[in-house]
């Protein structure tokens, strides 16, 4: 019987498979659709630390920019460096020196991905990179930088190089059901093209559906409880701006990334509650409004006309609280604990940290196998080379994450306790002078 049998070709299921097969585990992945092609396509393309999750959760971000760094050593051919530049008005939601602080206070967590120290931009630079945007109140800004990744390519190239160390790939398959035998899981029951039906057995089986876990597990009699929140962009076939940009929205209770790619750009995404199933997620004339209006608010002639939209939800654990302090962690649950040993599914997290959720899935399977091996995708790149050595970084606390998880406004006290103690230091220090828009070329390679 082959050791692992995974469900799901999304980014976070084509890398369980790739760690699983360079551990040397005989592993089979089920995708339906094609690699990558639901939620992963859906994303905003950025390998990122979370900026905005320095806000309410410093550990997410901590987790993210650290593994993002080892995506940027093995994936580097499908990734990008991004340069967004954050325009602020008079009367913005957050002043400069709240925006500058924020970036001073990610730069530890940049480092970790190998991105740059931020600039501070006068008003002048502003304009002069972005012709077109709205003068009037402008103060200044700030840039940083993330990296656009090929997201489609990133699942596919995973599922690639665990077929060249000898796992299987159907694409074309769905998980209909669970076989169960004697409290333990054992395998699935499968449907393929033009209505195929297979048992197919193994000792792990890894639910790796993305916000499709919950109806996995039910097949079990279980529940894994999601807050789902749908996402949608704009995606134009052009290129329309020159640098990535991260822009206040109309309801200025939210951002929106403009991102530039190779021949088009990325507007979004909204961020709203999403009651039914993911296959109910869709884009709503509301949502293109919005993203419209907000693009509209900086750029007057921001062509309406798109190319088409881009929708998913976003696989969110369930937890109390508002949707502003929703944590992006995951977690790896084993519902060996719950009287269906066998069966292991990655929930929540991001595009960003799927290596470290792949790596702590394998982590339990092998450790359910009996088979210990040491996890690899860190250090051997997606075309089978040794990765660049990185440097050492500390990881975040498992035990203050646990204790965070359970306490989201300390977790959000955390977070602002390392905020105000940035800014009373920026306040004290003064302030830096601010770049001409070649210093910001010269900076970021352009
Ligand atoms: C709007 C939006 C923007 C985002 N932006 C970013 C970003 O910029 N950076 C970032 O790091 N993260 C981002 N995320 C989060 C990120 O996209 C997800 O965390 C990640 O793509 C999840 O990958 P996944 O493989 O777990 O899920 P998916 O990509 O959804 O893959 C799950 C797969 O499981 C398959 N499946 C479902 N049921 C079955 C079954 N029964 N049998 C077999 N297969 C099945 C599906 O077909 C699907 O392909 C964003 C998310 C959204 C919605």
């Not at 990558?36 to 390998?47: C, D, M, Q, R, V």
């Not at 991105?115 to 402008?138: D, F, M, N, Y």
């Amino acid at each position: 019987m082959r050791d692992l049998l995974v469900i799901g070709g999304g980014v976070t299921g084509a890398g369980v498979l790739r760690d699983a097969a360079l551990r040397g585990l005989s592993a089979l992945l089920l995708e339906p659709g094609k690699p990558g092609g639901a939620t992963t396509a859906s994303s905003t393309h950025l390998i990122h630390g979370g900026i905005r999750y320095l806000l309410y959760d410093r550990l997410t971000t901590h987790a993210t920019a650290w593994d993002a760094g080892n995506i940027v050593k093995t994936a580097a051919p499908l990734l990008k460096r991004l340069p967004i530049v954050w325009p602020v008005y008079r009367g913005a939601s957050h002043p400069l020196s709240t925006v500058e602080t924020l970036v001073t206070c990610y730069e530890p967590f940049q480092r970790m991905k190998e991105g740059l120290p931020h600039l501070r931009l006068s008003a002048a630079a502003v304009t002069e990179l972005l012709p077109a945007i709205k003068t009037e109140g402008l103060v200044g800004g700030v840039s940083f930088d993330e990296w656009w990744v090929d997201a489609e390519g990133l699942a596919e190239a995973n599922l690639k190089a665990a077929e060249a160390l000898g796992a299987e790939v159907r694409l074309g398959w769905r998980a209909v059901g669970l076989v169960q035998e004697g409290g333990r899981v054992v395998g699935v029951q499968a449907v393929g093209p033009e209505g195929r039906r297979e048992e197919l057995r193994a000792k792990v089986v890894v639910n790796a559906a993305g916000p499709w876990v919950d109806e996995v597990v039910r097949h079990a009699g279980l529940n894994i409880p999601l807050r789902l929140r749908k996402g949608t962009h704009l995606v134009y076939d052009k290129p329309l701006v020159p640098v990535g940009l991260l822009l206040e929205a109309v309801d200025r209770g939210r951002y929106v990334f403009v991102v530039p790619f190779a021949g088009g750009t990325l507007v979004g995404p909204t961020d709203l509650d999403s009651p039914g199933g993911p296959d109910d997620v869709r884009t709503t004339p509301e949502e293109i409004e919005y993203l419209r209006a907000s693009v509209r608010r900086y750029f007057k002639d921001f062509p309406l006309e798109y190319s088409r939209t881009i929708v998913g939800a976003r696989p969110i654990l369930g937890q109390s609280g508002s949707e502003k302090l929703l944590s992006r962690e995951y977690e790896i649950f084993d519902h060996g604990r719950q009287g269906a040993e066998g069966l292991v599914t990655a929930g929540g997290g991001k595009m960003s940290d799927f290596r470290l959720m792949a790596k702590d899935t394998v982590d339990l399977a092998c450790e359910k196998l009996g088979k210990p091996a040491d996890c690899r995708t860190h250090s051997v790149t997606l075309a089978g080379a040794p990765a660049a050595p990185r440097p050492e970084f500390p990881r975040p606390s498992r035990s203050l994450k646990l204790f965070l998880r359970r306490h989201p406004r300390l977790r959000e006290l955390h977070a602002l306790s390392y905020l105000g103690a940035a800014l009373v230091r920026r306040l004290a220090a003064g302030g830096e002078p601010p770049s001409d828009a070649a210093a910001f070329r010269k900076h970021y390679g352009l």
